[in-house]
């Protein structure tokens, strides 16, 4: 079975500061993996994706992510944090070999500090 | 092209209703899956249409669920006879992608499902 670890429920981060957002996942098989934000009394929202090939993927509104096999992560990072970035952000993973489901992880609320 | 589509966006109702939650997905979007965060937790899959069929439902929580989908259009998610439990943000997605889940799901806005 597939899971992911997203630590601190909630992370503060000044205005202009840098995004750092940690993901580890657990998957027997290659996966595929995921970031999705949402913002308030919104849906999910894809900001990237991870399948094959660069492990260096970049996303909407600034965001990007690397994929580090030998240490089981996906972080999402972002340079310089915007009040606009406030929202809940959940990492995702889904595996190569036609398992359709998302497992998540339990999310990070971002709160954006001028 | 339109989003998928959940309504209501919010529902209350009391311990031993029975509740009908319904998500439109993209036009031409054969796969159809159903999602449920619990206050505190993580999404969790509940299952995954093609078309009319049930591929996977393995995440149904117990038999007071049913979802169905008729014609492979929009699809139901009945809840008889809800429980305090069973409180919670119910998000509808679809996928054009005949098999993977490569290309990412689009999601809808969610119901947020109240049992009191």
């Known amino acids: 079975a597939q899971s992911v670890t997203q630590l601190g429920s909630h992370v503060s981060v000044s205005e202009g500061a840098l995004v750092l957002l940690r993901c580890n996942y657990s998957?027997?098989?290659?996966?595929?993996l995921f970031w999705y934000v949402q913002y308030p009394n919104q849906g999910l929202q894809l900001l990237l994706k991870?399948?094959?090939?660069?492990?260096l993927v970049k996303g909407i509104n600034g965001f990007e992510a690397e994929f580090k096999k030998s240490e089981t992560s996906f972080h999402l990072t972002k340079p310089s944090a915007h009040m606009s970035d406030a929202a809940e952000y959940f990492c995702?993973?889904?595996?190569?070999?036609?398992?359709?489901?998302?497992?998540f992880g339990k999310g990070n609320q971002v709160v954006v500090i001028p | 092209e339109a989003g998928v589509t959940q309504f209501p966006s919010h529902s209350v109702i009391e311990k031993g209703q029975t509740v009908t939650l319904r998500c439109d997905p993209i036009?031409?979007?054969?796969?159809l899956y159903w999602y449920r965060r619990v206050m505190g937790k993580e999404i969790k899959f509940l299952l995954h249409?093609?078309?009319?069929?049930?591929?996977?439902e393995s995440g149904m929580p117990n038999n007071r669920f049913l979802a169905e989908r008729t014609g492979g259009t929009y699809s139901t998610l009945k809840v008889q006879p809800a429980e305090l439990e069973d409180s919670g943000v119910y998000f509808c997605?679809?996928?054009?992608?005949?098999?993977?889940?490569?290309?990412?799901?689009?999601f809808g806005s969610g119901t947020r499902l109240t049992v009191v």
């Open positions: 997605a679809s996928s054009q992608s005949p098999g993977q889940g490569s290309y990412g799901y689009t």
């Open positions: 998957s027997s098989v290659p996966p595929y």
């Open positions: 991870y399948t094959t090939g660069a492990t």
């Open positions: 995702a993973v889904s595996d190569q070999y036609g398992n359709n489901r998302l497992a």
């Open positions: 036009s031409g979007h054969d796969n």
């Open positions: 249409f093609v078309k009319e069929s049930k591929q996977d």
